[in-house]
């Protein structure tokens, strides 16, 4: 009998113990699956969290690729009137010059806060008391170079570039020369960063030319001398044509077309400009 009791007691132990190894197996395993439902409701969550933060970024750079194609339509519409207008209005009749004023951006020869002048035909300021000369002027000047392609022409007074990347739209070579380190450095940066890899840019005083490069097929001078520089004239090729303004500081100044013919020099009066003064040592 007292073994039966025993007996009977450890059946109740055992049932006992195998009950709460179950529960607590249970129970374990229930913390598991809900420990494991938290974590991926988390990865879930974290998911969600990326996916909007990227879709966001995503429609900013959608947005602002936007903006940027709007804003670049808007100034093809402008640059196409301003050829179409100005130019072909006038008294510009080479396809070449206009098809490259047609093609270059000159608003980002400017500064920002002009880029909505940019087209317009007047000249604006580029800081140092320099301006980019108008459209207009420009086209003039180029075409009075008579270009046929292929030359190796010089540029007096860089600028911004914008005159240096008309002329490396026709020809093979283009050398410019400016006197002001800054506008000479940003031309430099500007004209390669656009993809003008013909055009070569010199930081010195531009009344005595680019000795180094020889002579060249046109010399073109952006900036006003009273005179006609000697170095220059030595510089331009026979055959060669100088576009160049001359006249005093602070006054109108006559616009020159020179053509270097039989070792004579031809000059032909072009039209009354406006020029800021080629300045420097000389």
């Not at 709460?20 to 913390?31: A, E």
């Not at 050829?83 to 000159?106: A, F, S």
């Not at 180029?142 to 911004?160: D, N, P, R, W, Y």
């Amino acid at each position: 009998m007292k073994l039966f009791k025993k007996a009977i007691i450890i059946n109740l132990i055992i049932v006992i113990l195998t009950t709460c190894s179950f529960n607590s197996c249970t129970y374990l395993k229930k913390v598991s699956v809900k420990e494991g439902k938290e974590k991926e409701e988390t990865i879930e969550e974290t998911k969600t969290k990326e996916e909007v933060v990227n879709g966001k970024v995503t429609k900013e750079e959608e947005t602002e690729d936007i903006e940027k194609d709007d804003f670049e339509k808007e100034m093809a519409k402008k640059r196409n009137y301003m050829v179409t207008h100005h130019l072909k209005g006038r008294d510009i009749v080479d396809e070449r010059v206009l098809e490259v004023m047609g093609k270059v951006l000159r608003h980002k020869f400017v500064l920002e806060r002009y880029y909505e002048k940019a087209y317009e035909d007047h000249p604006l300021p580029i800081s140092h008391g320099q301006t980019i000369s108008q459209p207009y002027i420009v086209a003039l000047m180029t075409q009075l170079l008579e270009l046929k392609g292929g030359e190796k022409v010089l540029e007096i007074g860089t600028g911004s570039g914008y005159q240096a990347a008309i002329l490396a739209e026709i020809v093979d070579e283009v050398y410019t020369v400016e006197i002001i380190e800054e506008l000479c450095s940003n031309a430099r940066n500007r004209l390669y960063e656009l993809g003008y890899n013909n055009v070569q840019v010199l930081c010195a005083d531009g009344y005595f030319g680019w000795e180094e490069n020889s002579t060249f097929d046109g010399i073109i001078v952006t900036c006003a001398p009273d005179h006609i520089p000697n170095p220059l004239i030595e510089q331009l090729k026979e055959g060669g044509v100088m576009i160049i303004p001359v006249g005093p500081p602070g006054a109108y100044q006559n616009l020159w077309q020179i053509k270097k013919v039989s070792g004579e020099l031809e000059f032909n009066n072009i039209i009354g400009v406006a020029f800021v003064p080629l300045t420097g040592k000389h």
